[in-house]
T-cell receptor, first 118, second 112 residues
């Protein structure tokens, strides 16, 4: 049984370039979440999807950040015109649902994408 | 503002010893509280989940307690092992949809 996978595992880019981070959730999980974890910091919520729609995108730090999900499965987080402060680990998680009790809501995390903006 | 505060920030203990990590929260209304373990370079893994009606939940050598009145939770690790070295994150979910509120984590280091 595959868990949540993310790609690439590491990404080094130049300031000003665009990057795309991919998340493959666990099959059958309808909810998908993106988080950011800066060095020595806690997890910061970015956005979550229920199916293909994003009921809560309040954590996206600026309009350079966007995410989409297609087919209720794969999600892509895009950062445009990257800045050095975007350097962080970007974690994706999925759950059976976003509500309905603890078993439905338990989030399973991927290994993360380590982004370094030079 | 909803907050989840963890203490201590970091902790070093000797192998075989017990330790207790603390989590205080102000999230209201409260739905459930989770403890995650995050190994270096890995994503977090769920250890325990408790709703407001549960006072304690165990998972092997990990025991979590919850006092919903005082909004405090603790994670007790018994007979620590080197593999327990990790960041332990307290996460609280309010009754507001899918967003979870994460604490900063406690960095535990178990030394031989």
């Amino acid at each position: 049984g595959a868990g949540v996978s993310q790609s690439p595992s590491n990404k080094v880019t130049e300031k000003g370039k665009d990057v795309e981070l991919r998340c493959d959730p666990i099959s059958g999980h309808t909810a998908l979440y993106w988080y950011r974890q800066s060095l020595g910091q806690g997890l910061e919520f970015l956005i979550y999807f229920q199916g293909n729609s994003a009921p809560d995108k309040s954590g996206l730090p600026s309009d350079r950040f966007s995410a989409e999900r297609t087919g209720g499965s794969v999600s892509t987080l895009t950062i445009q015109r990257t800045q050095q402060e975007d350097s962080a680990v970007y974690l994706c998680a999925s759950s059976l649902g976003a509500s309905g009790g603890v078993n439905q809501e338990t989030q399973y995390f991927g290994p993360g994408t380590r982004l370094l903006v030079l | 503002k909803n907050q989840v505060e963890q203490s201590p920030q970091s902790l070093i203990i000797l192998e075989g010893k017990n330790c207790t990590l603390q989590c205080n929260y102000t999230v209201s209304p409260f739905s459930n509280l989770r403890w995650y373990k995050q190994d270096t370079g890995r994503g977090p893994v769920s250890l325990t989940i408790m709703t407001f009606s549960e006072n304690t939940k165990s998972n092997g050598r990990y025991t979590a307690t919850l006092d919903a009145d005082t909004k405090q939770s603790s994670l007790h690790i018994t007979a620590s092992q080197l593999s327990d070295s990790a960041s332990y994150i307290c996460v609280v979910r309010g009754n507001q949809g899918g967003k979870l509120i994460f604490g900063q984590g406690t960095e535990l280091s178990v030394k031989p």
